[in-house]
């Protein structure tokens, strides 16, 4: 990482986890899970509302913890608002490759912005705090799958 990609990586990181990007709770018709990170002491809940078509409709999360578990859900919830069930788990799965993958291994190219959380493979104890969002968002789209449909609305 030169030190251009650094300066930014830090700038951004900062920015989401002094100003978190949709934050919040939402209702009760939103799929709501809770994850933690005892390595750190990070703690976050997410909640998504799928509209009918199966899109991410509104994904808000509150918590705490270290600033790179924060910020992470942050950009994940701004890059995911909105977008497919499947673009939602592509996504994801990318990140998880990002994160986990051997320096040299090529990126997946539908990172957009996530590719700045590229810097954290570089801190091995911190790559569990930037997963933290997205086994959360695992999860609900595993809810979401396998939940029974409704009768009411
Ligand atoms: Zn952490």
Redesign the pocket.
């Given at each position: 990482m030169n030190d251009d990609l650094r300066e930014l990586y830090q700038e951004v990181i900062l920015d989401h986890s002094r100003r978190p990007r949709n934050r919040g709770e939402l209702g009760p018709e939103a799929v709501h899970v809770h994850g933690d990170?005892p390595s750190?002491?990070?703690e976050l809940d997410l909640w998504v509302r799928f509209a009918n078509d199966g899109r991410l409709e509104e994904i808000t999360f509150t918590g705490h913890?270290?600033a790179?578990?924060q910020a992470s859900a942050s950009m994940m919830t701004v890059r995911l608002r909105g977008r497919s069930a499947d673009e939602a788990t592509s996504v994801a799965t990318a990140v998880h490759t990002m994160l986990t993958a051997p320096a040299a291994t090529p990126l997946p190219d539908d990172l957009g912005d996530l590719r700045l959380l590229e810097g954290v493979r570089q801190f091995p104890q911190?790559v569990?705090?930037a997963a933290l969002g997205w086994r959360a968002l695992e999860e609900a789209l595993h809810l979401h799958r396998t939940r029974r449909p409704t009768t009411e609305g």
């Amino acid at each position: 990482m030169n030190d251009d990609l650094r300066e930014l990586y830090q700038e951004v990181i900062l920015d989401h986890s002094r100003r978190p990007r949709n934050r919040g709770e939402l209702g009760p018709e939103a799929v709501h899970v809770h994850g933690d990170n005892p390595s750190c002491g990070d703690e976050l809940d997410l909640w998504v509302r799928f509209a009918n078509d199966g899109r991410l409709e509104e994904i808000t999360f509150t918590g705490h913890g270290c600033a790179i578990s924060q910020a992470s859900a942050s950009m994940m919830t701004v890059r995911l608002r909105g977008r497919s069930a499947d673009e939602a788990t592509s996504v994801a799965t990318a990140v998880h490759t990002m994160l986990t993958a051997p320096a040299a291994t090529p990126l997946p190219d539908d990172l957009g912005d996530l590719r700045l959380l590229e810097g954290v493979r570089q801190f091995p104890q911190r790559v569990k705090c930037a997963a933290l969002g997205w086994r959360a968002l695992e999860e609900a789209l595993h809810l979401h799958r396998t939940r029974r449909p409704t009768t009411e609305g």
